[in-house]
């Protein structure tokens, strides 16, 4: 079983859709990361939450450190958010990060 | 400003060629730093950390090095690459352990 789980593993919307991302982890953790990877291009940090919620745009990330697990919202989804999205968690060790397997977003017009 | 850089943001090698991916940090002093790899259909994994000049720590055995000959350089080498080599390669940094800070990364292709 993976440290870092992410749901689903496919999405594909709508234009104007509301998107949920979901990621769980089995390890404790010191920060957890959001992360956008376009094809072809590089990575792009979206968020890092040690708790509670963050937002930035359209876009809003959630942790819930108890259960394990954090959510990204992507509100009025639009074709240019289409990219692989990666859930990483940060441990205690050295700030090595542990990454899930991403999320590829598609969002038609 | 805290910048990563790191290059080449494609390469094409052929089997049995050397390798050597540079990264850059420019903002900060005794970073952490990391590199990781992304297989085809795989999630990131990290390859190399290093806290230190000349502080190495391998995590997976592979046909890849790695070296810190300065603060905030941190290069990745091979002597000879294999198919499997393949991927994309990126640099990372860290100060405190919850932040990181993401170089562009690099698409290698051996063939």
């Known amino acids: 079983k993976n440290e870092v789980e992410q749901s689903p593993q496919n999405l594909t919307a709508q234009e104007g859709e509301f998107i949920t991302i979901n990621c769980s982890y089995s390890v404790g953790i010191s920060a957890l990361h959001w992360l956008q990877q376009h094809p072809g291009g590089g990575i792009v940090s979206l968020f890092m939450l040690s708790s509670g919620k963050k937002k930035h745009g359209r876009l809003i990330a959630t942790i819930n450190i108890q259960e394990k697990h954090s959510s990204l919202h992507i509100t009025a989804s639009h074709p240019r958010d289409s990219a692989v999205y990666i859930c990483?968690?940060?441990?205690?060790?050295?700030?090595?990060?542990?990454f899930g397997q991403g999320t590829i977003l598609t969002v038609h017009p | 400003s805290q910048t990563i850089h790191q290059w080449p943001a494609t390469l094409v090698q052929p089997v049995g060629s050397p390798l050597s991916l540079e990264c850059t940090v420019e903002?900060?002093?005794?970073?952490?730093l990391y590199w990781y790899r992304q297989a085809a259909g795989r999630g990131l994994q990290l390859l190399f950390y290093?806290?230190?000049?000349?502080?190495i720590s391998s995590e997976v055995p592979q046909n890849l090095s790695a070296s810190r000959p300065q603060d905030r350089q941190f290069i990745l080498s091979s002597k000879k690459l294999l198919l499997s080599d393949s991927g994309f390669y990126l640099c990372a940094w860290s100060v405190t352990g919850q932040e990181a800070f993401f170089g562009q990364g690099t698409r290698l292709t051996v063939v």
């Open positions: 290093s806290i230190g000049i000349d502080q």
């Open positions: 903002g900060t002093s005794n970073p952490n």
């Open positions: 990483a968690v940060g441990g205690t060790s050295y700030g090595k990060l542990t």
